[in-house]
């Protein structure tokens, strides 16, 4: 393979549609990977414990995230405002994104082992705390919705249908594809049944107003929700 073969390939890799969708998710999952690392390791007794950990990385992946959402901001032409001006479905976006809140926090049940709490009362520094919270807040609420509704319902939903899945159109019905992206949903968040549940939400929500950003205005009010009910209450175990 010569020079120029290569970076046609490599030209090719960078323009594919799927790129923009899966790269700002894949950031953020890697960081996850990387904390559950230094944890077992940590467990191990091979590197010191830290306790603030999950505090110490969230603001660096959201940021990482974040950025590669404005790197390809102009490839995402299914995100477009107007949608929110169909009332009817801003409506239904809300009380979807509250519904999933509400089951989110009655099915905390979990499997395996608990995870580690996301807990700024750890922090010693009062500015610290208040700083980490409104970042969690901040993060979960405006780029995790924008990321996630990317990859699973602009990309995954569709591509389990037809791998050239900017081909199929948005709301497009299929018992694999809903059934699977729901379940992988799950899979993804420390609360599996709740995960599940809010996916089939989420995928749902996509079919009746085929609009990715209603998805990700019920998301954000999901996890606003919750991040004001994980303060209020003190509730960590949620974050």
Known sequence: MNGGELTGIKAAWYRSAWMPRVAPFAIFMAFIGVQELLEFFAGCGTIPTCDSLPMDLYPVKALAAGAALLFY???YSE?????LSKVPHSIVSICTGL???VLWINLDFHFGAEPKAFDPTLLKSGLAVWATIGFRLLGSALIVPVMEELFWRSFLIRYLVNKDFAAVPAGLFTWPSFLICSVLFGLEHHL???GIVAGAAYNLLFYHTKSVTQCILSHAITNLALGVYVVCAGQWGFW
């Open 99 to 101: 519904f999933v809140f």
């Open 192 to 194: 599996i049944l709740a």
């Open 79 to 83: 995100l477009r405002l107007g949608d």
């Open 73 to 75: 901001a102009s490839s």
